[in-house]
Nanobody, 121 residues
C-alpha cells in the first residue's frame, strides 16, 4: 500500500505564510511528479503547482511569485511554501504524487487526504 500524509494547513491572516508538506510512504519503487491541487467551495478543483523528478516546476498563474513547490527525494516529501496569502487562496489543498509501486511497471497518481487552508481578510 501507499500512504500520503499531509501536514501544515490551518488558519492564517491575509498576507501571512503557511508551509504544507506531504510524505509518501509504503511499497514505493520510484516517484515521478509531485504536486498540489486545491478546491475552493463551489469551484472546480485546480492545479496549484507541480514539480517533476528532475526538479522543473510549474505554477498556476494565480500563485506565481507567491507559492514555491519543492521536494526532498530522500524523504519522499513534497513541500508547498505559501507566502502573501490571500482570502481567495482559501481551499482544501491536496498533494498528488505520481509513483510506481514495488512489483508494478506502471506509474499511478495518488492523492493525500486534503487539508483545509483558510485565509482571513
Amino acid at each position: 500500500q501507499v500512504h500520503l500524509v499531509e501536514s501544515g494547513g490551518g488558519l492564517v491572516q491575509a498576507g501571512g505564510s503557511l508551509r504544507r508538506s506531504c510524505v509518501a510512504s509504503g511499497s514505493i519503487s520510484s516517484i515521478n511528479g509531485m504536486g498540489w491541487d486545491r478546491q475552493a467551495p463551489g469551484k472546480q478543483r485546480e492545479l496549484v503547482a507541480t514539480i517533476a523528478g528532475g526538479g522543473s516546476t510549474n505554477y498556476a498563474d494565480s500563485v506565481k511569485g507567491r507559492f514555491t513547490i519543492s521536494r526532498d527525494n530522500a524523504k519522499n516529501t513534497v513541500y508547498l511554501q505559501m507566502n502573501i496569502l490571500k482570502p481567495e487562496d482559501t481551499a482544501v489543498y491536496y498533494c498528488n504524487v505520481v509513483l510506481m509501486r514495488v512489483g508494478e511497471y506502471v506509474s499511478r497518481s495518488y492523492w493525500g487526504q486534503g487539508t483545509q487552508v483558510t485565509v482571513s481578510s
